[in-house]
């Protein structure tokens, strides 16, 4: 079924309450100046012109233009997915990860038998491809390590690097700059640096910071979570003046 470009909060609640019974959804909340969204976006694309996700309903959510659902489902961060059926959230996925919401979707599509190891093959688009190459791809140099820890860090207005994700931090430190964001209402972009050590490495040396987590506006660190806590304490609008300084 063809990805349905959410217009309206009328038309997200005719679709999602109207013949939609043991129907599997999958709202995918993105923005348009979240990088990580581009590649996401092509994945749930292809995902739904295939034949054994023919029943799903897939619908796309601009979190910016659609303010109040995004709050209806606590969406801080982008790409964000709900997969729900019968009214009732199966499960949510935070972040870019191809190989992740191929298997969280093959998992709740009533159509197919529980994943195996090969559940995800037909599926993965040339995204999670390409994700696969480069890990196969000889170590890098210190380099293009720091090339590619300059992108990541302007990946998004405001970037996170936390253990774990916002749904699931694996850290209580973590915990709390997720919920100061969202407590502050700051739309923000985050990597997992548990899945790439070289990340996890490389930015504390980038960064001359040597914990986690690490925050980031227009690609300028910020701080870890203690110095975040006192610029709030000091300027109660410190996201505001970080993000247009």
């Not at 109040?68 to 606590?74: G, K, Q, R, S, T």
């Not at 980038?206 to 610029?231: A, H, N, R």
Request: glycine letters at 4%.
């Amino acid at each position: 079924m063809p990805v349905i470009d959410i217009t309206s909060q009328d038309q997200f609640t005719e679709l999602t309450t109207e013949n939609v019974q043991d129907k599997l959804m999958t709202l995918y909340f993105y923005t348009t100046w979240a990088e990580p969204c581009k590649t996401m976006s092509a994945v749930v694309s292809a995902l739904s012109e295939e034949p054994v996700n023919k029943e799903v309903m897939f619908l796309a959510v601009n979190a910016d233009n659609n303010a109040e659902i995004a709050e209806l489902f606590e969406v801080s961060s982008v790409p964000y997915f709900v997969l729900v059926r019968n009214g009732t959230i199966l499960h949510e996925l935070s972040g870019a990860d191809p190989k992740e919401f191929v298997k969280a979707l093959s998992r709740f599509n009533g159509s197919l038998e529980a994943p195996s190891s090969q559940a995800g093959a037909p599926h993965e688009d040339q995204a999670a491809a390409a994700k696969e190459d480069e890990e196969d791809q000889p170590e890098e140099t210190e380099e293009e390590l720091i090339e590619r820890l300059k992108k990541l860090t302007q990946a998004a207005p405001v970037m996170l690097f936390m253990k774990g994700t916002p749904a699931e931090p694996k850290c209580g430190f973590s915990r709390q700059m997720v919920g100061i964001l969202r407590e502050y209402q700051v739309r923000f972009g985050f990597f997992d640096i548990l899945k790439d050590d070289s990340v996890r490495e490389g930015l504390k040396k980038f960064s001359d910071w040597p914990t986690f987590p690490q925050l980031y506006t227009s690609g300028e660190f910020q701080g870890g979570l203690d110095i975040i806590k006192e610029s709030l304490e000091e300027d109660a609008e410190f996201f505001q003046h970080a993000m247009h300084a």
